[in-house]
């Protein structure tokens, strides 16, 4: 079964950097997909960025040019640079996993999910 561990929430200023990491277990990493997703409050989860087994990537057009996605298949993780954080990247971010060469953009395409870390960006 795969599980799924996101790290490296937190709260930060407008403007700041954050780092967030999932580590990925239970299976092959290199035959999934990896995917971030956000969802804040009152709204629905929505695709942030992903990426598949030999990088290549999706990115919500809302991020492009602040976030950046990258996996790491020899410790398998998965890692989203958050640049230039505005208040409206508040949520609680979830990275998922599907077995495919693709790379998956809607929550429905993803059956493997972990808990979640919340990102707080304070003005």
Same mark, same amino acid.
């Not at 795969?2 to 290199?30: A, K, M, P, Y």
């Not at 709204?43 to 990088?55: L, M």
């Not at 990275?95 to 707080?120: L, M, S």
């Given at each position: 079964?795969?599980q799924?561990?996101?790290? /490296?929430?937190?709260?930060?200023?407008?403007?700041?950097?954050?780092?967030?990491?999932?580590?990925?277990? /239970?299976?092959?990493?290199?035959?999934? !997909?990896?995917?971030?997703?956000?969802? !804040?409050? /009152?709204?629905?989860?929505?695709?942030?960025?992903?990426?598949?087994?030999?990088g290549?990537?999706?990115?919500?057009?809302?991020?492009?040019?602040?976030?950046?996605?990258?996996?790491?298949? !020899?410790?398998?993780?998965?890692?989203?640079?958050?640049?230039?954080?505005?208040?409206?990247?508040?949520?609680?971010?979830?990275?998922?996993?599907?077995?495919?060469?693709a790379?998956?953009?809607?929550?429905?395409?993803?059956?493997?999910? /972990?808990?979640?870390?919340?990102?707080?960006?304070?003005?």
């Amino acid at each position: 079964q795969v599980q799924l561990v996101e790290s /490296g929430g937190g709260l930060v200023q407008v403007g700041d950097s954050l780092t967030l990491s999932c580590t990925f277990s /239970g299976r092959t990493f290199t035959n999934y !997909a990896m995917g971030w997703f956000r969802q !804040a409050p /009152g709204q629905e989860r929505e695709f942030v960025a992903a990426v598949n087994w030999n990088g290549h990537k999706e990115i919500n057009w809302d991020v492009r040019g602040r976030f950046s996605i990258s996996r790491d298949n !020899a410790k398998n993780t998965v890692s989203l640079q958050m640049n230039n954080l505005r208040p409206d990247d508040t949520a609680i971010y979830s990275c998922a996993a599907q077995n495919t060469i693709a790379v998956p953009t809607t929550r429905f395409e993803y059956d493997y999910w /972990g808990p979640g870390t919340q990102v707080t960006v304070s003005s």
